[in-house]
């Protein structure tokens, strides 16, 4: 069942950042498995740059070591991974500084793919843009990949994106939201939109209301200081359950092209309703037997940054007023457990009468682990003994259709890098997006600093907060339970 591998054209990739800890987590890994399937010609390069003093020998044994360490053993052969070794190069290069473009600059051609990728701190996004256009590095048609975060608030973010536009054109911009492209997100642009059965069901007047739970059971130690400026509200929620949340509220683009897509998605983010405070619940895990609380993983004793954070978000429009998106995440949770649920209504009356376990239909999209996708249907209970229902699932899993535990799904990661050499914009998001999504999350920060709100404490390794259940028993209804 696995798709039929193109190979893309020949490129040159740099990674700037790319001895940092995504590239090696991350992007070499992929870019090693991608080499395997046969997708990248041999003519290709990858050259690392960062200003650390390396060689290209010194880039190859730090980028093996990456490979044994990330790539699953079956995934692994020596051979493989010594050729593979040759199309990489490294470039001593400072983004703030003179060092290395110049070398930058003989290395790399103008007549294959150019991409760069800026896997470094969002604070070299621009220099990193200035340089390679001041050195005559870049050309119209080089793609420059921006990591995220994309700026900390709307006017951070369009200083950014201005600071892009000088040097390079929106479609030369790759802002990457790894979410976008993870197999089980793209499936949900398939079921929706090529397929009749579900779009006559999708709207406010059959689904009851959609939960999003992005809920991981790691706590913020070791980047508590960073994610102690951010939280949970600007680290998850403004970009990847935003794109979630657009994919399954946009309507069907008039075709699968970058800006039709893009378009959609961003008249969801402003159709977007300002979220009151009753609405949000904000949480910060306590300590528990063997881990820290948040404070002290945050090394910041007085810290009021949300490590959890649950919201009842409502979208204006025809399709959706009266349907309910109920977003939470957080970290220390009960289970590394990633999902989105449609949860339809009830049939209008039953003929079976007060059914004992009469549930629902839910469609569940499983982001992690596990990729995929169970509808919930009620059927008859097989056997005799009268008319009993009970509810079994339709299940979808790409794990086991793909083969034992899903290794052969590409990571997210490789697809997205994949689609930049293509120049395939679709699954990034484009520059008015990232500015709608941040004033819709401006407010509501800006709401809760205005009145010095604490996060409500939580235990390690619950489902969050007391208040984030009352969120939905409020409106009669319940979270899904956070499970593997
Ligand atoms: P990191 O481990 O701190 O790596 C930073 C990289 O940037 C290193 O290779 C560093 O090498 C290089 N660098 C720093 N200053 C430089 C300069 N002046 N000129 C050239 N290179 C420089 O960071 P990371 O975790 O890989 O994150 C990279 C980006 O990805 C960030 O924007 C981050 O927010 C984003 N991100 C990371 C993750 C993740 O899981 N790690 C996830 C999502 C997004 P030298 O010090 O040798 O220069």
Known sequence: MVSRVIPVETFDLVIFGGTGDLARRKILPGLYRRYVAGQIPEGSRIIGAARAELDDAGFRAFVAEAIEEFVPAKARDAEAVARFLEHLHYVSVDA???TG???????????????????????LFGDLAERLHGNKIATPDSRIVVEKPFGRDLESARALNATLAEHFAESQIYRIDHYLG????????????ANILFEPLWNARHVDHVQITVAETVGVGGRGAYYDRSGAMRDMVQNHMMQLLCLI??????????DAVRDEKLKVIRALEPVTPEDIVRGQYRASKDTASYPADAENPNSTTESFIALKVEVANWRWKGTPFYLRTGKRLRARASEIAIVFKEVPHSIFGDEEGWRENVLSIRLQPNEGMTLSVMIKEPGPGGMRLTEVPLDMSFAEALGEDGADIPDAYERLIMDVIRG???LFMRGDEVEAAWAWTDPIIAGWEAKGDKPKGYDAFSSGPEDALMLLHRDARRWREIAE
């Open 96 to 98: 703030k500084g003179t």
């Open 101 to 123: 473009w110049k070398e930058l600059g003989k290395l790399i051609r103008k007549d294959v793919v150019q991409a760069f990728y800026f896997s470094v701190a969002p604070s």
């Open 182 to 193: 993870k197999e089980t997100v793209q499936n949900l642009m398939a079921v929706r939109f």
């Open 249 to 258: 509220a946009m309507e069907a683009p008039y075709q699968f092209d970058p």
């Open 424 to 426: 395939n914009q679709t």
